[in-house]
């Protein structure tokens, strides 16, 4: 009996989808349709529960693809294999400076995805000569720049809010509050928004 109801919540349909979203990014971009699918949600999320400028995510957390078939729900056993370390999703709050140095600290060093994934209301652009370090040249939230000096209320794993992969600055974040786990924020997500694949084309991060 256990194993026949675990076996229907892992069924359970929760979208019908037009497309799916892969974790692989393609240049000149270094954002993945995964990524932002999965940092749209999470910003959703966030602004659901508190006030949330922005969200970012960890390439590394994202598992697999999202497949879809036509006129076929996606379970949420598929939508779990794409993130399946059940870390809780927070908020946090950094000044605009960190939020700099964060992007900065992860520029591209190589074609891909990059190590962070943001939220579709940020955006920003890098250069790298040959032989040299990459350089930020253009960071915005809601199409404006990123003040240094104004705080920003981000959402984030509790993987980058400890510090995962080394992003000390998202450590620092005041004023934590735990939003709740970051599958249901992708499964909260397409059931009650679709047509949000329609929204994650690549273009958030870009190399000039």
Known sequence: MAAAITAAIREKPIAVLAK???????????????GNLIADAQL????????????????GGIRADLTVEPGRAVTLSELF???????DLVAVTIAGAQ???????????????????ISHNVNYQWSQAEGAAPILESLTVNGKPVEPD?????????????????FSALRQGRDRQVLGPDIDALVDWLAENPKAVDQINPGRIQRN
Do not use: C, H, M
Not at 99 to 117: F, H, I, N, T, Y
């Open 20 to 34: 799916g979203a892969q974790r692989g990014a393609k240049p000149p971009f270094g954002d993945s349709t995964a």
């Open 81 to 87: 294999a794409i993130q399946p370390f059940g870390n």
């Open 99 to 117: 939020l700099q140095e964060l992007v900065r600290r992860q520029l591209p060093k190589r074609p891909g995805a990059a190590s962070l994934q």
């Open 44 to 59: 959703a999320y966030g602004k659901k529960r508190g006030t949330a400028d922005i969200a970012i995510t960890n390439s």
């Open 150 to 166: 104004r705080d920003y209320r981000v959402v984030v794993s509790t993987f980058l809010a400890d510090g995962g992969d080394n």
